[in-house]
């Protein structure tokens, strides 16, 4: 049977080329997220980059369930539920450092990095045949990794985080490989944002900025252009096939090796000339060059995680109409450093509050959200290139520069989660 | 010694590092950002950082870290009219206290200061809290800053966007 709850059938908002209002608005929608997407498909957490030694660990939200990930003293990643066994309580209240056991702050039960309970306090009022082992910290029901990015899932039962992510991986590993070592970093911290919105603005904005580019960020594509000698505004002009790409599992890609950069102004760095040759020595003339001379593909990984030009963003729903976004600036393993500095100032430069481009995205977010309480027609057109768009072989479509097609992934794979039987 | 090389080294005293930092925030209250402009060095550094306690631009991202090229261009961007988070009717008052010379070297005098912003441009009016902390030197009869770093109370939570001066 259908999920049967206030919210309806999902599929009935979700038209090929539109999408109802009340998706962004509901209650009821909202709470048949959580359960039929946040605590069911695989959850992006964290990167092993932030937790590199024994006792690590960060505070993180799937959903609005508390969990932290930590790294335990035989070098594994645990995600666990932010929760004492006991009777309930943060275990956790830091948002990141490294500790060598938890300690509830309540009644003091305290436990190792691997989740084992290590003492109940007063143990003497427990019967002495009574195992406390089952005491220890929840882990998640699943736990997986690729190349470092930490996901877990809420479900005992699902598709394989390898599965889940399908086709998106080789776009993830285009910009993993930004490094000659094929590593990223996110030891730089996070700039952190709120905003009065639905969680959904974020996936659609992030991934459609060539249309709206012009319209929005015009002012610091000029800005950009005047201090780097490169102008991104040319890839707004000439439509290119293929750049927009939706997968299944929901993920969204622009893909721009189809495009590349006019070549920048100036002779380049010593800096900037070593880390071309580790990267051409690391991957060879021909991929480098893609590597170097394009921008890398902006990446959406369902139903959280997306990759922006100098970053990874993280989106978090608190309610249908609030949600938490956070900007964690990728440092490239292996690259000199005056990259990576040049790397956070670009970052610095476009994103987070005080950004040139990424408050321009958030301003229009909140006034979509405002707009949207006008129901006179409650729906929203999404059909740009839908005449044109082709099926790849990756089981996903494709679309020119600016089209929606991606965008029409997004939704035809949620309305199948959202309408999806009650296990 | 010449005048101006006396007005160079004159000291700094805590009624001129009270009337710049009035000044200051009258003007980034108003919107004169030309004027404000004027008051920096040429190799001055305007550095928000998200972390308290020992950050290292180099390393740690911050919320605004700008050379006096990138300032302009922030200046030049809040004048466009373009930028949307200012766009409609919006205003700011800030009260400065707390004002304290911490340092005076030859490097420059270390002044810091406490504000508390209110921002409005909606129903929902905004509140800003931090510490300014400035080195400053004397030019002429007037003031430059060479640094300014803004520390603040909500930098390592999420906060809505901060598309002003601070």
Redesign the interface.
């Known amino acids: 049977m259908m999920a049967a709850d206030a919210a309806g059938r999902i599929v009935d908002l979700v038209r090929e080329d539109r999408v109802h209002g009340r998706l962004y608005r509901s209650e009821e929608v909202f709470k048949r997220e959580l359960a039929n997407i946040w605590y069911k498909v695989w959850v992006y957490v964290g990167h092993e980059s932030e937790v590199p030694n024994a006792g690590d660990f960060v505070r993180r939200q799937i959903g609005l369930q508390p969990v932290i990930m930590v790294r335990d003293d035989d070098g594994g990643i645990n995600v666990f539920y932010n929760r004492c066994r006991h009777r309930a309580n943060l275990v956790c209240l830091a ?1 990141r450092g490294n500790a060598p056991i938890f300690v509830c702050p309540y009644h003091g039960w305290s436990y190792a990095n691997s989740g084992e309970l290590l003492a109940p306090t007063f143990e003497e009022g427990y019967a002495p045949e009574r195992s406390m082992e089952e005491f220890s910290l929840t882990p998640l029901a699943r736990v997986d990794s690729y190349r470092g990015l930490v996901f877990a899932s809420v479900a005992v039962d699902g598709i394989s985080l390898a599965e889940h992510l399908g086709p998106v991986a080789e776009f993830i590993d285009l910009f993993m490989d930004l490094s000659p070592d094929g590593r990223i970093s996110l ?9 009065a919105g639905n969680w959904k603005y974020m996936p659609e904005n992030s991934m459609e900025g060539d249309y709206h580019g012009p319209f ?1 960020h ?3 594509f000029d ?1 950009h252009a ?2 780097t000698g490169l102008d991104v505004s040319s890839l707004h002009e000439n439509e290119v096939p293929d750049v927009i790409r939706s997968l299944p599992g929901g993920h969204m890609v622009e893909d721009y090796r189809g495009a590349p950069l006019p070549p920048r102004k100036g002779e380049p760095s010593p800096a900037r000339k070593a880390y071309a040759e580790s990267m051409r020595q690391r991957y060879g003339e021909t991929k480098a060059k893609t590597l170097l001379g394009t921008i890398a593909p902006l990446v959406y990984v369902f139903p959280n995680l997306i990759y922006v030009m100098t970053h990874l963003r993280v989106v978090q729903p608190v309610s249908p109409g609030q949600t ?1 976004t956070y ?3 990728v440092m490239l393993e292996g690259a000199p ?1 005056e990259v990576n ?1 040049g790397r ?2 670009d ?3 476009m994103m ?3 950004g ?1 481009i990424s ?2 995205d ?3 977010m909140e ?1 979509n959200h405002h707009a949207m309480n006008a129901t006179g027609d409650d729906w929203l057109f999404i059909g740009r290139g839908l005449h044109r768009e082709r099926a790849m072989p990756d089981g996903g479509r494709s679309g020119m520069t600016m089209d929606e097609t991606h965008l029409r992934g997004f939704w035809r794979h949620y309305a199948q989660l959202m309408d999806a039987p009650d296990v | 010694m010449s005048e101006s090389a006396l007005a160079e080294t004159r000291p700094i005293n805590i009624r001129d590092v009270e009337r710049f930092i009035y000044r200051e925030a009258r003007m980034l209250d108003e919107g004169r950002f030309r004027d404000w402009l004027a008051l920096w060095r040429e190799d001055g550094i305007y550095w928000v950082p998200v972390k308290h306690g020992d950050a290292d631009p180099a390393r740690d991202v911050s919320i605004i870290y700008d050379d006096y090229l990138r300032l302009e261009q922030r200046v030049d961007r809040l004048l466009s009219g373009s930028v949307l988070a200012v766009q409609g009717t919006m205003h700011m008052r800030r009260v400065v206290s707390n004002i304290e010379i911490t340092e005076s070297t030859s490097g420059g005098t270390v002044a810091e200061s406490n504000f508390v912003l209110g921002v409005s441009r909606s129903a929902e009016q905004q509140l800003w809290i931090g510490r300014s902390i400035y080195t400053l030197e004397a030019d002429g009869a007037n003031m430059r800053m060479i640094r300014k770093k803004v520390l603040l109370i909500n930098s390592e939570h999420e906060m809505p966007l901060l598309q002003f001066l601070i």
Request: glycine share 6%; proline share 8%; net charge positive.
């Open positions: 948002e030891a730089a911290g996070s700039q952190k944002l709120k905003y929005i015009k002012i610091a800005l005047r201090r938490y900007y964690y600036p450093d500095e956070l100032r970052h610095e430069f987070g509050p005080a040139f408050p321009d958030i301003e229009i006034r």
